[in-house]
């Protein structure tokens, strides 16, 4: 499973509010790494939901690199941008607190049908 933490789940919210219907955020294979970007679900992605509504889909390339790790959001000089950090914070269900850096668990829905 992929987690999130309060702040990456928000930045998500933030961009997916500016999105298309439908569209979603997409983490796929890169020439440098790991891309994150707004896109819609492809055919072979899993895809992960926050409550009823699809959040984010990921590359069946990557999905074995972001399995176990925490999506979170780093500010420089106001600007936000997403990183995958190795670390596992102490993750909750939404909208109950907890020790440590908290987040929450995204289950992974389904993959997209071929």
């Known amino acids: 499973m992929l987690s999130l933490t309060h702040a990456a789940r928000q ?3 933030d961009l997916l ?6 569209e979603v955020l997409r983490i796929s294979a890169a020439p440098e790494g790991i891309r994150f970007a707004i896109d819609r679900v492809r055919i072979g992605d899993n895809t992960f939901n926050d409550g009823d509504r699809c959040i984010l889909a990921v590359d069946q390339m990557v999905l074995r690199s972001v399995t176990g790790k925490t999506l979170d959001v780093e500010t420089d000089d106001g600007k936000r941008t997403l990183v995958l ?4 914070p102490s993750v909750q269900n939404v909208g109950r607190q907890g020790g440590g850096r ?5 289950p ?5 049908p071929q």
Request: proline fraction near 0%; glycine fraction near 8%.
């Open 85 to 88: 950090l190795d670390e596992r």
């Open 102 to 106: 908290s987040g929450y668990v995204v």
């Open 17 to 22: 509010s500016q999105a298309r219907a439908g």
């Open 108 to 112: 992974a829905s389904h993959t997209a």
């Open 11 to 13: 930045h998500v919210a």
